[in-house]
């Protein structure tokens, strides 16, 4: 049974630029979650989709912005990259919105 | 403001020594959770607490929780050096948000 995947592994990015990162959620999970961890620190919650929608949205400006397809998979979108956007991101998912989240290897993103 | 706060920050100990790092939150709730994150790796699920005066063993790590002290703790037995990790605990608040506010994060280095 695979667990959460993400990809790509790595990302070397430059500042303004924009960048889409992907997710595929554990099977027979329908619930994704996204968090930002930057270096040093723990994880903050960015949003969560459910159903192919947003339900919950952290304190994060509209730059970041996702999506979740009919096969639950996700998508999480960040426009004008910041240097500050330098983080791991990091999926979750859980069988709904209720349920333990579990999380992927995660997304090493680096704006220059 | 929802915080979870860890301590301590960093903590290095002997081989064989017991220790216990706290979690204290400032909102109502009843699901707690452990986390174990390897360097640049992703996060391993350790504990699910969901209820006043949980306790949970697994090997030499044992987790409990006060709901109505609001703190949790992850008490270590014999350190072993495999433990060398940084650990972090995540709320889940009743607010009914389903998002995951996570500590700050304990990095325990184990001495050989």
């Known amino acids: 049974d695979a667990g959460v995947t993400q990809s790509p592994t790595h990302l070397i990015k430059t500042r303004g630029q924009q960048v889409t990162l992907r997710c595929s959620p554990k099977s027979g999970h329908d619930t994704v979650s996204w968090y930002q961890q930057a270096l040093g620190q723990g994880p903050q919650f960015i949003f969560q989709?459910?159903?192919?929608?947003?339900?919950q949205r952290g304190n994060f400006p509209d730059r970041f912005s996702g999506h979740q397809f009919p096969n639950y998979s996700s998508e999480l979108n960040v426009n004008a990259l910041l240097l500050g956007d330098s983080a791991l991101y990091l999926c979750?998912?859980?069988?709904?919105?209720?349920?333990?989240?579990?999380f992927g290897p995660g997304t090493r993103l680096l704006v220059l | 403001e929802l915080k979870v706060e860890q301590n301590p920050l960093f903590l290095s100990m002997q081989e064989g020594k017991n220790y216990t790092i706290y979690c204290n939150y400032s909102?109502?709730?009843?699901?707690l959770y452990w986390y174990r994150q390897d360097p640049g790796k992703s996060l391993e699920s350790l504990f699910v607490l969901l209820s006043n005066g949980a306790v949970k063993q697994e090997g030499r790590l044992m987790a409990s929780l006060d709901t109505k002290a609001r703190l949790s703790t992850l008490h270590i037995t014999a350190a072993v050096h495999d433990l060398s990790a940084t650990y972090f605990c995540?709320?889940?608040?009743?607010?009914?948000?389903?998002?995951?506010?996570f500590g700050t994060g304990t990095r325990l280095k184990v001495l050989a």
């Open positions: 989709y459910y159903e192919e929608e947003e339900r």
């Open positions: 909102t109502t709730s009843d699901r």
């Open positions: 995540a709320v889940d608040p009743i607010s009914g948000t389903y998002k995951y506010i």
């Open positions: 979750a998912s859980s069988l709904n919105m209720y349920e333990t989240q579990y």
